[in-house]
T-cell receptor
Framework: DAGVIQSPRHEVTEMGQEVTLRCKPI?????LFWYRQTMMRGLELLIY????????DSGMPEDRFSAKMPNASFSTLKIQPSEPRDSAVYFC?????????????FGEGSWLTVV | AQKITQTQPGMFVQEKEAVTLDCTYD???????LFWYKQPSSGEMIFLIY??????QNATEGRYSLNFQKARKSANLVISASQLGDSAMYFC?????????????FGTGTRLQVTL
C-alpha cells in the first residue's frame, strides 16, 4: 500500500507569496491531520479532518493559514501571505478509525523555507 | 502540565547494546494509546510501536519493546541490540480516547546516537 503522499517535498518561497501544500492520505483512512514541526515548538497539530470535515482547527496559527479537504483522497494546507516564521516542516498524516490503536501514519513532510 | 514528558534530550549507546528511552504521560482518561515514532535525519516520521491502556502485556515489535507501567504513567521504549541505523530522534506520543481517532500529542523527543 502507498503511504501518505505529500508534495512538494521542499519549497523555498519569498515572504508574501502564497504557499500550497498537498496531501494524499492512505486509501481507506477517514482521518487526516496536518502537523507542523519547528525547533522551538516541536510537533504541533494544526488541524484535523474526519470524513473530509474539519473537526479541530484550534492549532491553526492565524487567518493566513487555511486547510481544505474536498474529497477523501486529497487535502491542501495554504499559507497566504507567507512569512519567514512559517518556515518549518509540515507533516500530513492519516488514520483509520476502528483500526488497531488507530495508528497515525505520517507522510515524509514538506520542508518550507520562507525568505 | 505537559501531557508527554521525555526527560532525556540526548542518549548515547554502543552498537549491540540495549537502550531505554524514557517517557511519562499525564491523562485523566481511562482509555488512551501510547506510540513511539522514529525520525531519522532524513526527516520522515516512522511509526514503531503502540500500547493501548487496556493492554495487559507490553507491546513488542522486533527489536522494539514498550515497558508500560500504568500506575507510574510511564511508557519507556527499549531498543535491544542497537544498530548504527537506530541513530535518530525518537518521539513518544499519546492519543486520548480509544475507538475514536483523536489527535496525537507528542513529547519533545530524545536524540539517540549509536556508537561503534
Amino acid at each position: 500500500d502507498a503511504g501518505v503522499i505529500q508534495s512538494p517535498r521542499h519549497e523555498v518561497t519569498e515572504m508574501g507569496q502564497e504557499v500550497t501544500l498537498r496531501c494524499k492520505p492512505i486509501s481507506g483512512h477517514d482521518y487526516l491531520f496536518w502537523y507542523r514541526q519547528t525547533m522551538m515548538r516541536g510537533l504541533e497539530l494544526l488541524i484535523y479532518f474526519n470524513n473530509n470535515v474539519p473537526i479541530d482547527d484550534s492549532g491553526m496559527p492565524e487567518d493566513r493559514f487555511s486547510a481544505k479537504m474536498p474529497n477523501a483522497s486529497f487535502s491542501t494546507l495554504k499559507i497566504q501571505p507567507s512569512e519567514p516564521r512559517d518556515s518549518a516542516v509540515y507533516f500530513c498524516a492519516s488514520s483509520r478509525s476502528g483500526g488497531s490503536g488507530n495508528t497515525i501514519y505520517f507522510g515524509e513532510g514538506s520542508w518550507l523555507t520562507v525568505v | 502540565a505537559q501531557k508527554i514528558t521525555q526527560t532525556q534530550p540526548g542518549m548515547f549507546v554502543q552498537e549491540k547494546e540495549a537502550v531505554t528511552l524514557d517517557c511519562t504521560y499525564d491523562t485523566s482518561d481511562q482509555s488512551y494509546g501510547l506510540f513511539w515514532y522514529k525520525q531519522p535525519s532524513s526527516g520522515e516520521m516512522i511509526f514503531l510501536i503502540y500500547q493501548g491502556s487496556y493492554d495487559e502485556q507490553n507491546a513488542t515489535e522486533g527489536r522494539y519493546s514498550l515497558n508500560f507501567q500504568k500506575a507510574r504513567k510511564s511508557a519507556n521504549l527499549v531498543i535491544s541490540a542497537s544498530q548504527l541505523g537506530d541513530s535518530a530522534m525518537y518521539f513518544c506520543a499519546m492519543r486520548e480516547g480509544l475507538g475514536t481517532a483523536s489527535k496525537l500529542t507528542f513529547g519533545t523527543g530524545t536524540r539517540l546516537q549509536v556508537t561503534l
